[in-house]
């Protein structure tokens, strides 16, 4: 599978549209949610769909992370030969439900801010936010199509909406 660590062949809009997604994340923790955040985007930049994360207790559905919900709505508004040329922005690195989810829709490129291995240094063993040791790279890599990854970018200012939300 093509993959790409960093910020490795990214574009200022790739960048602009990865800090929209840091940013949700933000705006998802300040309305007492988990502070995650995802859009899918065209090849053009134009923003398909978006979600934070409503997964949180005690009301919150635990398969509907930010990702996957991001996936899913974009999914019902293109076509699957639409959706290969769109991209994923992420705060944080796919779970692997959500790569589960950019897998099947169909969505062609992933760019996640915050590594699952730095997002477990930031939420511990909390009962909440329980962390795969499984790479979305590794999920794609075992598929028939090819989904290319960049990532982690922009992890310092991805981490700044979980500092203290996780005590």
């Known amino acids: 599978m093509t993959s790409a660590p960093h910020n490795a062949c990214l574009s200022e809009r790739d960048l602009d549209l990865l800090r929209q997604s ?4 933000e705006q ?4 007492g949610r988990h502070p995650f955040a995802a859009l899918v985007a065209d090849a053009e930049g134009r923003v398909i769909a978006s979600a ?12 509907q992370h930010a990702e996957l919900v991001a996936a899913a709505r974009a999914a019902k508004l293109l076509s699957p030969e639409q959706l290969a ?35 477990l240094g930031l939420t511990g063993a909390h009962p909440e936010n329980p962390t795969f040791s499984l790479p979305c ?3 794609f890599a075992r598929g028939q199509r090819i989904v290319q990854v960049h ?10 909406a979980h500092h203290g939300f996780w005590a």
Request: glycine share 8%.
């Open 52 to 63: 934070g994360n409503n997964s949180m207790p005690p009301e919150g559905d635990p398969t």
């Open 85 to 119: 040329s769109c991209t994923l922005y992420t705060s944080a690195e796919p779970c692997c439900m959500c790569a589960g989810a950019v897998y099947w829709t169909g969505i062609g490129r992933v760019v996640y801010a915050l590594s699952e291995h730095a997002l």
């Open 22 to 25: 840091i940013r949700l994340s």
């Open 137 to 139: 790279r590794e999920v």
């Open 28 to 31: 998802s923790r300040e309305e």
């Open 151 to 160: 990532g982690p970018v922009l992890e310092d200012e991805a981490a700044r």
